[in-house]
């Protein structure tokens, strides 16, 4: 009679344990689909507000691969834009006013905008890549460069 009392119990202890861990398992399973806003923004990391160009829409996304020590030339862009760090680090500045502000891996930035000269620089001792994207219009270049 104990036996079979203890068994009973020892198997109610295992179905409740069994219970219990696939219920956890459920809660840390992932939906099927997520999403999550990384970014939503009217103006750029500086503050500029962003307006459309004319013309029709194009969307534009670049792969931007900075070699550790590479600065780029100054330029601005016609658009908004966006760009996600995946690796690495950049030093992004506005050498007319020094405004600067260093972006690493897994930010994400509103870019700058209109006649607006900037210059981007890996600071870093590894390779930095940038997803850009550009919300522009046929015919637009995504980036105007002075001559420096």
């Known amino acids: 009679m ?5 068994t009973a119990s020892a198997l109610l202890v295992v179905g409740c344990t069994t219970q219990i861990v696939l219920a956890e398992q459920a809660e840390k399973k992932p939906e099927p689909i997520a999403s999550e806003v990384l970014l939503q923004a009217s103006a750029s990391w500086k503050g500029d507000q962003y ?7 194009q969307i534009t996304v670049k792969e931007v691969i900075f070699q550790p020590g590479a600065k780029s030339k100054p330029h601005s862009h016609d658009m908004p834009g966006a760009a996600l760090i995946q690796e690495g680090e950049l030093l992004c500045e506005v050498p007319a006013t020094r405004v600067s502000k260093r972006f690493v891996a897994g930010d994400v930035l509103p870019t700058t905008f209109k006649n607006d000269l900037h ?30």
């Open 119 to 148: 210059t981007c620089e890996n600071t870093g001792t590894e390779v930095t890549k940038a997803l850009v994207f550009y919300a522009g219009a046929v015919g637009l270049p995504t980036s105007y460069y002075t001559q420096k």
């Open 2 to 6: 104990i036996r079979t009392t203890l």
């Open 51 to 57: 307006k459309y160009p004319q013309g029709t829409p």
